[in-house]
């Protein structure tokens, strides 16, 4: 009898052991649809939420601009877009006192930390500086406005920069020059709107550091007067210039007067004829760079 159940028990385990193997894939089969499902659930509720508004804090706040579909890619082929409202040193890359922000579409000049020593905003929409601007920054030693559209600089934009050494407003807008700060050494206004009534008589007598001027590709009619004893290279080409006098580069009434510092003046470009003005550059170690004849 013992043998008879024993036999029994074991041809009932029989079917047991033989169905092992769907159960096994069928559970892996579950496990992929559940995972589906899932997903699909996620999607679902996220689709259902997007739709409504949540109130926080007492105001109904869209989940529309902050919700995505989970496994949607349309996203990522949205061109980046820049938020000129952030803070400068979230928009612009600050680092060891230096500040960058050239080519992000500013229109103003942005606030600057005020250890700020060295301003690069090239290649921008800027059209105007104000005395503001640089008010509380007077650790400034650099400053390159090159390439946007400055039209107007407010009178004292500069006055309080005491330690700015170069000034860059090439590519520029602008129709008459600022009051320079008193140390400048390099000052660019290529590229401009220059017309010689744009530069006061005294703009560059009492920038005794002043080594390097660029105001090439201007309309200039005339060399600027009162140039400083400091300065090395002046570029004037490209303008309208049509005279020289004796004393634009040299003094007149002192035949034996050099002026040593003197190593380069470009003047090609302009509708005047140099050689005709021989004593104008009596006093220079190097003729400059233009048409003689």
């Known amino acids: 009898m013992k043998t008879l159940q024993t036999t029994f028990l074991l041809f009932a385990l029989v079917p047991l052991v033989n169905s092992a193997p769907p159960i096994q894939q069928e559970s892996a ?6 995972t589906d499902v899932t997903m699909g659930s996620l999607i679902h509720q996220d689709y259902e939420m997007q739709s409504k508004d949540i109130r926080k804090d007492g105001a109904n706040i869209s989940l529309d601009t902050s919700l995505k579909l989970q496994g949607d890619d349309s996203q990522l082929d949205a061109p980046p877009t820049k938020d000129t409202n952030l803070p400068t040193c979230l928009l612009c890359v600050c680092l060891s006192g230096s500040v960058y922000c050239e080519e992000m579409d500013i229109e103003a000049v942005p606030p600057l930390p005020k250890e700020t020593a060295y301003l690069y905003a090239r290649f921008n929409k800027i059209k105007r500086i104000a005395a503001s601007d640089f008010a509380d920054i007077t650790t400034l030693r650099r400053i390159d406005f090159s390439g946007n559209r400055i039209e107007e600089i407010e009178d004292g934009a500069f006055s309080k920069l005491l330690l700015l050494e170069e000034l ?3 590519e520029n807008q602008l129709m008459k020059l600022p009051v ?14 220059l017309k010689s009534r ?5 703009a560059f007598k009492k920038l005794t550091n002043l080594a390097y001027l660029y105001l090439g590709h201007n309309a200039l009619e005339s060399v600027p007067l009162n140039l400083p004893e400091s300065l090395r290279i002046l570029h004037l080409q490209y303008n309208n210039i049509t005279t020289i006098t004796d004393d634009t580069f040299c003094k007149s009434n002192n035949t034996r007067y050099i002026r040593t510092s003197m190593d380069e003046i ?3 470009g302009n509708p005047i004829v140099l050689a005709k003005h021989v004593n104008a550059f009596s006093c220079l ?3 400059p760079v233009g048409t003689y004849y």
Do not use: H, V
């Not at 089969?29 to 559940?34: A, M, T």
């Open 180 to 193: 320079l700060p008193p140390k400048l050494t390099t000052f660019n206004a290529n590229q401009n709107r």
């Open 168 to 170: 860059s407003l090439a």
């Open 198 to 202: 744009g530069i006061k008589a005294n």
């Open 266 to 268: 470009r003047m090609e």
């Open 29 to 34: 089969q579950f496990y992929d649809y559940d």
């Open 285 to 287: 170690r190097t003729l």
